[in-house]
């Protein structure tokens, strides 16, 4: 452990004291952009506090914080969230492991709250102990600290970028709320969405309605300055410095120079007009995660069963990518990257994982202490419900009727019966793997690609 945190601290001193001439060169231009004038920061808040969002807005601070006349990083956390004595007592044995985190609280006074929450003798508050640099959602992973900000109007009123780092399932009304704040702006500021959940809209036509579509009818903002940042990402290994990458998509005015601000030697950033066809990926891939899970707690990690759940949910993926995208191939390596990453470590993975061992309940809802919200469950509820509409029809493979797509993805059809309508156990995927009726997963490849499935209004997308 204290050679883990040797090398991250040392990466990081690295990188401040070689990249600071390039860094500043990247303020600058896109204070240029801006049109920010001398004197005048930079004004970047994070709306969500959750894991990701947190150490985004974290990475931020490390690597531009320093220059503080000429940028202002923030995040914004709803405040009153208490931290129970079990996560209190786990907080104080991270900090006591870490010798840096642990001067660090010493010198700004705040390690003795720590020892009396440990204790019992204080209630800690997830605002509070954000502003230490520690995320309630991601407890052993330290962040520096952070400025944060507890009333929404203080946080977003005067904001040049905003991230938004909440789930899907809450950002179109605090959106709303944050556009009431911005009447009365000269200027449109950049928004750039972290957030992989979906919704399904079925009138006046079928469509997937994703968080940048939910942010652009709250705010009114024009499309090019909404931008989605998605990847393969664990957020605790990003913040260590492990090699990630990430693609920023929206318009070419700002989503190249912000691919170029974001861009850090551990963490690259990729540009990509296709913004919504790329956002509504990172909830496709959280869907058959969840799946994932149950099938590794229930075999006990058997590779061979995994396997077979593999072969069975990328097959669907493709089957469903070719309904909502005119060139799926060029999404198939970020679709699969960013699903292998999701299986093997994610919180929807997780999730399942735990369900099917019995350790978590549908009845504990979808937002999980320690973990956040599980966005995959209400994905699954999108998808079946999108692609259960008549109008999408196709002809059945061996029987001469239409039928709706859903009914040829069988994982998505028995993830929607356990998490959603709740008619059956976890155990129930695994029969449906067992079916002998199954199709070969190639059958469903092979049908995607022999059709004319391209659908683009389900996306109600434009290209950019």
């Known amino acids: 452990m204290t050679a883990t945190v040797d090398r991250v601290k040392y990466a990081r001193e690295w990188l401040v004291k070689h990249s600071n001439d390039s860094v500043e060169e990247r303020l600058e231009e896109l204070r240029r952009l801006l049109g920010k004038a001398e004197g005048d920061p930079l004004r970047i808040v994070g709306v969500g506090a959750g894991a990701w ?41 991270v900090i006591n492991s870490r010798e840096d985190v642990l001067r660090r609280l010493i010198r700004r006074c705040a390690y003795l709250k720590y020892v009396e929450a440990r204790l019992g003798d204080r209630t800690l508050f997830a605002d509070e102990i954000l502003r230490d640099g520690f995320c309630l959602n991601m407890i052993d992973t330290p962040l520096c600290p952070l400025k944060v900000v507890t009333h929404l109007q203080e946080a977003v009123w005067d904001a040049d970028i905003v991230v938004n780092g909440l789930p899907s399932t809450e950002t179109r009304v605090v959106f709303e709320e944050i556009s009431r704040y911005w009447r009365d702006r000269k200027t ?50 990003i913040y260590n410095n492990e090699y990630a990458n990430a693609r920023i998509c929206g318009a070419e005015k700002w989503r190249k120079p912000m691919a170029k601000f974001l861009r850090q030697p551990h963490f690259i950033v990729w540009d990509n007009g296709d913004l919504v066809t790329h956002e509504v990926m990172g909830g496709l891939k959280n869907v058959y995660a969840i799946g994932a899970g ?9 590779a061979t069963s995994k396997s077979v759940y593999f072969a069975h949910c990328t097959s669907e993926m493709i089957f469903i990518t070719h309904l909502l995208a005119e060139e799926p191939e060029k999404l198939a390596g970020p679709l699969l990257a960013d699903t292998y990453v999701t299986l093997l470590k994610g919180r929807n993975a997780w999730y399942g994982q735990k369900l099917a061992k019995g350790e978590l309940s549908l009845e504990m809802g979808d937002s999980i202490k320690g973990k956040g919200m599980i966005q995959g469950v209400s994905a699954v509820k999108a998808f079946f419900e999108l692609l259960s509409q008549a109008s999408l029809s196709i002809k059945h493979p061996e029987e001469e009727r239409r039928v709706a ?11 929607y019966s356990i998490l959603i309508k709740r008619e059956f156990p976890p155990q129930a995927i695994l029969e449906v793997l067992r079916d002998e009726t199954m199709h070969d997963p190639r059958e469903r490849i092979e049908i995607a690609q022999t059709h004319a499935f391209y659908r683009p209004f389900l996306l109600g997308k434009q290209q950019l």
């Open 53 to 93: 969002g947190s150490v985004f807005v974290a990475m931020l601070q490390d690597s531009y914080g320093h220059l503080r006349e000429k940028v202002l990083v923030r995040i914004w956390r709803r405040a009153g969230r208490a931290v129970d004595r079990a996560t209190a007592e786990h907080l104080f044995e």
């Open 294 to 302: 149950m099938v590794a707690g229930l075999t006990n990690e058997s």
């Open 188 to 237: 449109v500021p950049i928004i750039i969405s972290l957030s992989k959940g979906v919704e399904a809209e079925l009138e006046p036509e079928p469509r997937i309605l994703t968080p940048t579509q939910m942010i652009q009818r709250a705010t009114g903002a024009p499309l090019e300055n909404i931008l989605y940042l998605g990847g393969p990402n664990i957020a605790s290994e």
């Open 405 to 415: 797509p859903v009914q040829l993805c069988p994982i998505l059809r028995i993830l």
